[in-house]
């Protein structure tokens, strides 16, 4: 059993960075697989990152590549989101979650998780 806690969302301007947290509680953190998703209001939740177990690989949605960066620090429990260049496009509900399993594009899949986090709201506007 892992439980989720997201933190760091907010208001920001575009152009702008946040970096969003995920602390998961349990002490085999190490051994799951790391997503991020974000949902807007009416619409499915949409796949963001994801990083491996290590922290060796990771994959990101086109909307993102090249502004957000998934990193972990497994000492700590934690998983984090940096986005920089922020977009009113990326306004939306942030969630982590944890996979006991994925590979590949699996790891682009809701169902491939199996523990989420309560969310947190990114808000991107001038």
């Known amino acids: 059993q892992v439980q989720l806690v997201e933190s760091g969302g907010g208001l920001v301007q575009p152009g702008d960075s946040l970096t969003l947290s995920c602390a998961a509680s349990?002490?085999?953190?190490?051994?799951?697989?790391m997503g991020w998703f974000r949902q807007v209001p009416g619409k499915e939740r949409q796949f963001v990152s994801h990083?491996?177990?290590?922290?060796?690989?990771?994959y990101y949605a086109d909307s993102v590549k090249g502004r957000f960066t998934n990193s972990r620090d497994n000492a700590k429990n934690t998983v984090y989101l940096q986005m920089n260049s922020l977009e009113p496009e990326d306004t939306a509900v942030y969630y982590c979650?944890?996979?006991?399993?994925?590979?590949?594009?699996?790891?682009?899949?809701?169902?491939?998780?199996?523990?989420w986090g309560q969310g947190t709201q990114v808000t991107v506007s001038s």
């Open positions: 349990g002490r085999t953190f190490s051994s799951y697989g």
């Open positions: 990083i491996s177990q290590s922290g060796s690989r990771t």
């Open positions: 979650a944890a996979a006991n399993y994925c590979s590949g594009s699996g790891c682009f899949r809701r169902d491939s998780y199996d523990y």
